[in-house]
């Protein structure tokens, strides 16, 4: 289904490769196929992915939420992940693969079909790699890209066109760095993907403010990003002013987040599109940050927090708390101001919404 | 009056060359010239275009706003586009060209005095272009501009220094790329203006969450870019999970505006600086969202409806309705929010507004 | 303390070099130290900067604020800036210079041992610049930077790689354009800092808006910037639609910010990350702008005048006042509305904050 010009589809796989992802049980028409059945299941090639609506005989699909149940009793999928206690929803004839996490075991499926850009270790003559450069085995580093002194960049990595990687830099294994991003003083981690236009490592907002004028502090930190960290197009993240800027493991950053000196974000973090984290703010493992929302310099959100979009946090926030508004309060008396608020203005009734 | 080093004046003009770029009627003293004394106006030559305060006898300027009528009444402006109902406000010796849509017809005569930058048909030879690449006619292809594999693009384009186009992206006519933009998996139409910076095409946000860790989810989508679109600088627009990211004939997005994957975006929008729009949502035909506004995911904004600054929606809004504020609604009822609000706490007087 | 990798340090000085960048007293032990003594305090070397906690007896360091005076007491910095009301809480063997800006000194000593990037006078083969391109003495111009016709740079300048200086753009001296910034129709002056990714003199978002499309309105007008400006990563200022907009002398701004057409911004000013500007709104000298606030177009916010992080300011800001919220208002009515709406949603006890 996908535009070919962009997506090289690399299938058709079996579904015994495709059941290899995951632990599955293959069941049809009721029935967990055993012996002989579950053989020439195996046998059985599969063709794409595709959502239930569009999914063909040759086609592979998921059902996770039970809210697509008739979507999925009428699916015309020839395969599809899904749920034991879905089972009896699915379609007469279709090849079930039942697991705990369908989307999940979908996801690691269609990266199957259609990897992450693959590098073809091949560097381009019009690429400028200074002579002191370390470049690992079967990268591919595109044209314009230009490598400053004493980098090292370990196997499998792509540099997209026109990226910037400044001296010194260090970069892990299978790291993708997308086109026209510029990088300094940052050392990254493996199985990274920093996208296009991202700007790493430039000095932070530091100033010893007064009437003569603003004195500019130099700023002697680092930017430390652990493995499989994503970072989306157009973000920033300032290098640390002594101590280093940290992005742990596995946190997802979407795109035109900034984020400032000396800030650690925790393991498995998601922050999405046009966050802003001030200095020296801390966050645990596995929060949660909504879009648009704003942190305050020097406070500390504990693992497991959540932060409603557009959220203007000011303090520290509990583990696992939900929070939202600003000054962000508990998310429940977030609601309860909105709702007050809006009793309070609804006196009258209002006659037209349009103005 | 404007620079010349950036901005070469096309012109003289002859007043009947601007008369020819939109219907008016020329008037001169409270009368409408017909015959003789029509054609000799129309053979005075036009030099230069200018606010009415700063216009001279050469210049041509305009009038839309009564409230600026002193201004017109002593400007020195040789020629001025006006209403009809201005005529008699305006200065004894001015050339009135007479049109419902001063300010319009003001922006068509500046754009040929002032185009926007010209293709001049030169491809530089530090340009790096894959060999499998068409490239149209009469086009400009800047220094260090990197241009992949099987990439399409019309005649009379301009792709500005530094700037990425990746595989397979198509272009149509007459369009500009800015430098230093990025773009990848998109097809973009004719007369469409990209500024510099601006990232297009990268993949989407989307993740299949675990403790286990977030798997990324391919995006398996495009972006298609409609005619006359303009896109500003820094902007970042992700493409689709499956279905495209769509942007519609006409509209028109400032800078540093994050785009979520599978959003569809109707023709003529109007969409300013620093919005962020989640996955999925909708907007219909000539919105208007205010600056730093946030739109939710999977929603619909129907068309004409307008939207406040740095307001946060969360749910769909009708047709050409107008709504602000965070949860937004009906921006009557935000306004008497904020009256409520100040009330309740004006009890005491407020002695002083510095602290 | 600092990863050689990306900082050398340009140490050690002796005493007598840092005392000379500002007038300090040297005290010791509660005594200043005068003749003999002096002399030979003067001639110690100073091998680092660094802070209290982590300083050692080589390394020099700084107290400002008496909330760390513990810290200062039990450091083991050799070497300290302080302010004379802390000398009694100073340790035994440390060397003290005593200063009414402990902080500022700090900084420039710091920058002395650590100085932003210096330019090495050299230009890369693999720069792409103009003939008629005028480049002062001892530049580094790095490789992939495109330089257009008639562009004019002082001496000392930095040009970092891919970066893009568009046709007639001017530079000062000491300035250092980030890597893929992108530059155009602006007049830049000395010791101005523009970091990687921003893009300056994109025309500005100004349209004749009409049922029959958008017309674009050519934009005249450049971007002026004054000596001693810092511009931080991914920024964005359009460039004026007749007049210009105009940074002023010393002002600092923060990363991913907008700034639009026909804005003025003072001296001094300070301008943190993702504020938006709307067009032709002016700032007075050291404004003070928190982060994600943003400005309404045409609007005046006097010198002296602070807006709190997130507000939506609507309206003009009198000299000196502080302002918060949205629509924006003098602080102590921001947080008195705060304290209302919670104690409003406050009636029944809230028995968790986690949900």
């Known amino acids: ?13 079996s579904l015994a490769q495709l059941s ?9 028409a009721g029935q967990m196929l055993v012996g002989k059945d579950l053989e020439s299941a195996m046998e059985q090639m599969v063709y794409d992915v595709a959502p239930l609506d569009r999914a063909e ?10 809210k697509y149940q008739d979507l999925f009793s009428h699916s015309k999928a020839g395969f599809c992940f899904t749920r034991s206690k879905l089972i009896e929803k699915a379609p007469p004839n279709t090849l079930l693969l039942v697991t705990a996490d369908p989307y999940r075991h979908y996801a690691l499926t269609a990266q199957k079909f259609y990897p992450h850009k693959v590098a073809h270790a091949s560097i381009s003559p019009h690429a400028i790699i200074d002579s002191s450069a370390k470049i690992g085995a079967n990268c591919t580093i595109e044209a314009g890209v230009v490598i400053g002194a004493h980098v090292e960049i370990g196997d499998n990595c792509i540099i997209s066109a026109n990226a910037v990687i400044a001296d010194g830099v260090s970069i892990g294994h299978h790291t993708h760095i997308g086109a026209n991003a510029s990088i300094s003083h940052s050392i990254i981690g493996s199985n990274v993907i920093i996208h296009r236009g991202v700007n790493i490592g430039q000095d932070g907002f530091g100033f010893a403010m007064g009437r003569a004028g603003h004195v500019k502090v130099p700023q002697l930190g680092r930017v430390v990003i652990e493995d499989d960290v994503e970072i989306g197009a157009g973000t920033c993240i300032d290098r640390g002013s002594g101590p280093d800027t940290l992005i742990g493991q596995g946190s997802k950053i979407d795109n035109l987040v900034q984020i400032g000196h000396n800030v650690h974000i925790g393991k498995s973090c998601v922050i999405t599109a046009q966050v802003g984290i001030a200095g020296s703010t801390r966050l645990g493992d596995s929060v949660v940050l909504g879009g648009q929302a704003g942190l305050s310099g020097h406070i500390k959100i504990a693992s497991g927090a959540k932060v409603a979009a557009k959220s203007g946090v000011i303090a520290d ?5 939900s929070y939202g508004g600003y000054p ?22 209002n006659p037209t919404e349009a103005s």
């Open 317 to 321: 926030i509990p583990a696992g708390a």
């Open 20 to 28: 290899a992802l995951a632990p599955v049980e293959i069941w049809c």
């Open 57 to 66: 005989e040759k086609h592979i699909s998921f059902i996770d939420n039970p």
């Open 328 to 349: 962000a309060v508990p998310i429940i008396d977030w609601h309860r101001q909105s709702v007050v608020l809006a009793k309070l203005t609804k006196r009258k009734p």
């Open 1 to 13: 289904m996908a535009d070919s010009r962009f997506f090289p589809n690399q299938g058709p796989f």
